[in-house]
């Protein structure tokens, strides 16, 4: 009888390690989850985005934000950003200027998280998000600037298969503002600020395939509308779609994904693609350590 309880009890043992641990949500490259990180904890996170290619010439552009996050409640989180940008354009003039810089600092941002209600079960899970910032490059045409940003955020989210398949999608609105200085004539220079408001929609699915990873996709429609402030008129749109991958080793997670742009809009001549604002594809890596 003895040697029965033994068996069953190291049975019990090896069916319990078989089954999967509670899937925390995944990390998706553009599209925010409703989590937010726990109260005392802190993650230092690199992301690294590559943009490539527009109708003609050439178009090379990289982003990079160091992160710093600290869940400071259950539902409250905050975190810091230090942006670097590096770019190479060359033969798209009139629209964009011959730049070739390597690694500058860019701007600083800073991020705050609230949660609403949790993810799991049956709840939905919805975060709201506000990210002031200030940039002295452009991000699209590699430019020198002094632009400020207010980008606002909607984050909702559902669990599915006991909170192993993960949906989500944002809502969000980032009114720009952007302070210029034209030299007119020696010794005039004039001054003026420019307005524009960015709209994205974006979502993503991913899935707890196995122990530590997941694979899913994400897609985003992104439009832009100049001087907002006196009415909306969207000047273009672009959609992009692509695949995801996300690893979770604990304190350490990487995720990958792919965003190559299936259409937009007004489109470049041969093309059924926009490339003022948006670029052919985009490429974003995300490292992470929790502390």
């Known amino acids: 009888m003895h040697l029965r309880l033994r068996a069953a009890f190291a049975g019990a043992i090896v069916c319990a390690s078989s089954v999967p641990a509670h899937a925390e949500a ?3 490259g553009y599209v925010y989850t409703a989590e937010t990180e726990a ?11 590559d943009r490539r290619g527009k109708g003609a010439g050439h178009y090379d552009a990289q982003d990079y934000k160091l992160e710093i996050e600290h869940g400071f409640t259950d539902r409250f989180a905050a975190s810091v950003y230090a942006q ?4 190479d354009v060359h033969g798209l003039a009139p629209e964009f200027h011959d730049v070739s810089r390597r690694l500058a600092f860019q701007g600083v941002s800073a991020e705050f998280k609230y949660n ?5 079960g049956r709840r939905v899970g919805l975060t709201v998000y506000a990210e002031p910032g200030w940039s002295r490059i452009s991000k699209t ?20 298969a006991h909170d192993r ?32 408001l960015g709209v994205e929609i974006s979502s993503g699915l991913s899935y707890n395939v196995a122990r530590h990873w997941w694979v899913g996709a994400e897609g985003r429609y992104h439009s832009v509308y100049p001087d907002w402030t006196h009415g909306l008129h969207r000047e273009n749109y672009a959609v992009y779609a692509g695949p995801t991958v996300h690893y979770d080793g604990g304190e350490w997670s ?4 792919w965003q190559p742009q299936l259409f937009g809009g007004p489109s470049a001549t041969g093309s059924s693609l926009e490339f003022d604002d948006h670029e052919k594809r985009e490429f974003r890596l995300k490292l992470s350590k929790e502390f």
């Open 141 to 160: 045409t590699g430019d020198k600037a002094d632009e400020y940003e207010l980008e606002l955020k909607a984050i909702v989210q559902k669990n599915f």
């Open 165 to 196: 398949l993960v949906w989500a999608t944002n809502l969000t609105l980032e009114p720009e503002w952007e302070r210029e200085h034209e030299t007119i004539a020696p010794g005039i220079v004039t001054s003026g600020t420019e307005t524009e």
């Open 84 to 87: 670097f940008a590096s770019h």
């Open 254 to 257: 990487v995720t990958a994904t």
């Open 39 to 49: 109260p005392g904890e802190t993650e230092l996170a690199l992301w690294a985005t």
């Open 26 to 28: 995944p990390d998706f």
């Open 116 to 120: 609403i209600a949790k993810a799991g």
